[in-house]
Nanobody, 125 residues
Framework: QVQLVESGGGLVQPGASLRLSCTTSGRTFASDAMGWFRQAPGKEREFVASISRNPLSTRYADSVKGRFTISRDNAKNMVYLQMTSLKSEDTGVYYC??????????????????WGQGTRVTVSS
């Protein structure tokens, strides 16, 4: 059974940092491009970051560029999202996703086949 499980969310103040983790199982995720998406209250799910299979290239939404870093450890089947200088507009549920067999990064949610249940991030003073 394919599973993606996010962790690391929480309530933080503006300017703080968080690291989200995505634990994967049930398939060889080293073969997949991986991504992070988020959904703010009352809004549609949006792209945050993506990382390619190998060699590793990344892509970010303009709103998080320079503040967020996506990385992966294929040996551990883990994907991470390091978030710094958090803003209130970063609040939302963050989802990890896998694009099965895809080599390159993707910003389109339709390219991703497997999704986690999400972890909530709240940035508030």
């Amino acid at each position: 059974q394919v599973q993606l499980v996010e962790s690391g969310g929480g309530l933080v103040q503006p300017g703080a940092s968080l690291r989200l983790s995505c634990t994967t199982s049930g398939r060889t995720f080293a073969s997949d491009a991986m991504g992070w998406f988020r959904q703010a209250p009352g809004k549609e799910r949006e792209f945050v970051a993506s990382i390619s299979r190998n060699p590793l290239s990344t892509r970010y939404a303009d709103s998080v560029k320079g503040r967020f870093t996506i990385s992966r450890d294929n040996a551990k089947n883990m994907v991470y999202l390091q978030m710094t200088s958090l803003k209130s507009e970063d609040t939302g549920v963050y989802y990890c996703a896998a694009a099965a067999g895809r080599f390159t990064v993707s910003v389109r949610s339709t390219d991703y086949n497997y999704w986690g249940q999400g972890t909530r991030v709240t940035v508030s003073s």
